[in-house]
């Protein structure tokens, strides 16, 4: 009934950008936290970037400076912009959104940064 649907993904070269976007939709009352987290080949599934419904941000050291995430004016929105790109950034990216009962994921997008 909930589904989180990104887009954004793709091919870019080293120094480049990307933005990510995600929109929730379904029977979600509440959102407390939206985030990013991304999952690289042979890596756990770590986070990037999260905010909470208050505009509060966190975000991983390894992009800190980078990443920038934001809420779209649109109803359960969320985007990642993401500059100044290295092969240390390839990985799948997953959308989350959490209530105060539930954790929601999308399927992900992949993002590969090479030459």
């Known amino acids: 009934q909930v589904q989180l649907v990104e887009s954004g993904g793709g091919l870019v070269q080293p120094g480049g950008s990307l933005r990510l976007s995600c929109a929730a939709s379904?029977?979600?009352?509440?959102?407390?936290?939206m985030g990013w987290y991304r999952q690289a080949p042979g890596k756990q599934r770590e986070l990037v970037a999260t905010?909470?419904?208050?505009?509060?941000?966190n975000y991983a050291d390894s992009v800190k400076g980078r990443f920038t995430i934001s809420r779209g004016s649109a109803k359960n929105t969320v985007y990642l912009q993401m500059n100044s790109l290295t092969p240390e950034d390839t990985a799948i990216y997953y959308c989350?959104?959490?209530?105060?009962?539930?954790?929601?994921w999308g399927q992900g997008t992949q993002v590969t940064v090479s030459s």
């Open positions: 989350n959104v959490r209530s105060a009962m539930s954790s929601w």
């Open positions: 379904g029977s979600i009352f509440s959102i407390h936290t």
């Open positions: 905010i909470s419904s208050d505009g509060s941000t």
